[in-house]
């Protein structure tokens, strides 16, 4: 149905109303429970096939891999017929954010889920946790979509079902709301922190009713062993130091060999179905041989808290955990980098544990310490979220003695990657996957209306190549009208000699093709101007 000018600008002026905002936080309640259903059915499907993929292996291992053979076959037959369930799905909602793609949300989470399941009994090194906020996000598009809720709502309802999903998948809420508003709109507001938090508490709460209240890795109970005197802390504060930059460096070779391995895999001249009947191949014998690499690693981490490894296993271990999370996300299934990158990083800080350990004869303690402390950090320097990295490990964990340490590894790596120059994973994959997309849209000079008008609001964010512009002196998309700025809470109308300033919310309004083609041109005008 075509909304009028007036309409539209109606549905933004309501969205400040305390009627229109309680409807929306029911809404993200409602999204967060739904959501909660569908990760704790997940969760629980992926535990049982990979009890009934050992059990197959256990008596007839040529049935299991035959059966890999019919998974192999059926996972690419749904990437053929529903693209958008391919990988972790989290690039996929930044694309509905910005307009790029819309979802069919009954379909793909109905696809996306058993995919996802087929996926892991192939033991591919995919993790649950990025799917998980795939399916939060269709949820919510589905509930938006059935409720008629205004098209101004939309991006709250999703982004309240991604917390929600990462939320359920990890039993950590704070995580999922803080990941939502670092990574997927990198902006604050205060309804936008409320929707989120409220869906992610309700999807933990269904997640606490069904499997409990156990935090994902309890086994890392061991307090700071680091003393409390200035010389401790100096010490401890070095040891990170040199500890961020390996775990930045580190970051920088995964997101490149990432990305790498996608458009190698990408350009193999072979059928689809016989490239993934091959990745089948291969995932039967790590599954055979080194079953430790395979799936999201959650026992991985737990065997290298456990038991006394060798540095030479440690070192192997490794070294095939990260080939074979390079090749599974390169086949394009349904599954997420979210655990194990995080499995990386534990055996990368059991590395650097072991060397620290020998070098200044320091407890064993330290070993999981470092594990911790890498954790934070390679999430950090890789995804680019330091915020989401630090309460993540703290909640997954549910020992917040190590907070101090954990904050000071997530800021070096975090500072140290940004000067080395490496951009966040997400944001390389959202980019590749709607590469050929933008650059349509940027040479598109016909933009034909489509009769529905749309606001928009853009973030000026820290260091915008906005900030400190005049309206006026702007060199706007064309067919777009400035109608309002938000700042500290207080909205009003501009004129050209309006100033812009850092935290200013600016109200764009346009046809909504206008939007949708000029979108990634606007966004770009918001990021940090780099000198």
């Known amino acids: 149905m075509k909304r009028s000018i007036f309409a539209s600008i109606g549905d933004v002026n309501k969205l400040k109303s305390n009627k229109t905002r309680l409807k929306l936080i029911l809404f993200s309640i409602i999204i967060g429970f739904l959501t909660g259903i569908v990760v704790v059915l997940y969760r629980v499907s992926l535990d049982k096939i990979v009890?009934?993929?050992n059990e197959i292996m256990g008596f007839n291992i040529g049935l299991l891999l035959f059966l890999f053979f019919i998974s192999a076959i059926i996972i690419q037959f749904l990437l053929n017929k529903f693209p958008l369930i391919s990988g972790s799905g989290i690039p996929q909602v930044e694309g509905v954010l910005n307009r790029q793609i819309t979802f069919n949300w009954f379909f793909e989470i109905v696809n996306k889920f058993f995919a996802g399941v087929l996926a892991i009994f192939m033991g591919l090194s995919l993790g649950r946790e990025g799917p998980s906020i795939h399916l939060g996000a269709l949820m919510a598009d589905g509930v938006n979509s059935t409720s008629n809720r205004p098209d101004v709502e939309r991006k709250y309802l999703l982004s309240s079902g991604a917390s929600a999903g990462l939320a359920a998948a990890f039993n950590a809420?704070?995580?999922?709301?803080?990941?939502?508003?670092?990574?997927?709109?990198?902006?604050?507001?205060?309804i936008l922190l409320i929707c989120t938090l409220l869906a992610s508490i309700s999807s933990n709460l269904v997640v606490q009713y069904f499997l409990g209240r156990n935090v994902v890795l309890s086994h890392f109970i061991t307090a700071n062993p680091m003393g409390n005197t200035i010389k401790d802390i100096s010490f401890e504060i070095f040891l990170v130091l040199i500890l961020s930059f390996f775990m930045a460096i580190s970051a920088k070779l995964f997101n490149y060999c990432?990305?790498?391995?996608?458009?190698?895999?990408?350009?193999i001249k072979l059928n689809k179905y016989i490239k993934m009947i091959i990745v089948s191949i291969i995932s039967f014998f790590a599954v055979y041989f080194m079953p430790d690499i395979t799936g999201g690693g959650h026992s991985l981490i737990e065997k290298l808290i456990l038991s006394q490894t060798a540095f030479k296993v440690v070192i192997l271990l490794l070294l095939f955990k990260f080939i074979f999370t390079m090749f599974s996300y390169s086949t394009g299934a349904a599954g997420g980098i979210f655990l194990p990158?995080?499995?990386?990083?534990?055996?990368?800080?059991?590395?650097?544990?072991?060397?620290?350990v020998n070098l200044?004869?320091?407890?064993?303690?330290?070993?999981?310490?470092?594990?911790?402390l890498s954790m934070a950090a390679y999430f950090s320097a890789i995804v680019k979220a330091p915020i989401t990295g630090i309460v993540l490990i703290l909640e997954m964990t549910g020992n917040f003695s190590n907070l101090f340490s954990l904050t000071i590894a997530a800021a070096f790596s975090y500072i140290i990657s940004d000067l080395i120059k490496n951009e966040g994973v997400y944001d390389l994959l959202y980019h590749r996957m709607f590469e050929k997309n933008l650059k349509e849209y940027e040479n598109d000079e016909e933009i034909k209306p489509s009769n529905k008008m749309t606001a928009i609001r853009l973030a000026v964010i820290e260091n915008s190549?906005?900030?400190?512009?005049f309206i006026k002196d702007v060199n706007w998309p064309k067919n777009m009208l400035v109608i309002g700025i938000e700042r500290n809470n207080y909205e009003f109308i501009p004129d050209g000699n309006t100033?812009?300033?850092?935290?200013?919310?600016?109200?764009?309004?346009?046809?909504?093709?206008?939007?949708?083609?000029k979108l990634h041109e606007l966004?770009?005008?918001?990021?940090?101007d780099v000198k």
């Open 51 to 53: 009890i009934i993929r």
């Open 173 to 190: 809420p704070l995580s999922g709301t803080i990941f939502a508003l670092e990574e997927l709109k990198k902006f604050f507001s205060p």
């Open 258 to 267: 990432l990305i790498k391995s996608l458009n190698i895999y990408r350009d």
């Open 341 to 356: 990158l995080l499995v990386l990083g534990a055996l990368i800080g059991k590395v650097y544990g072991i060397v620290i």
């Open 360 to 372: 200044f004869n320091l407890s064993d303690a330290y070993l999981i310490h470092f594990m911790l």
């Open 465 to 469: 190549k906005l900030a400190g512009m």
């Open 499 to 517: 100033k812009i300033y850092e935290g200013d919310q600016i109200i764009i309004f346009a046809d909504d093709n206008i939007v949708v083609k």
């Open 523 to 528: 966004f770009e005008m918001t990021r940090e």
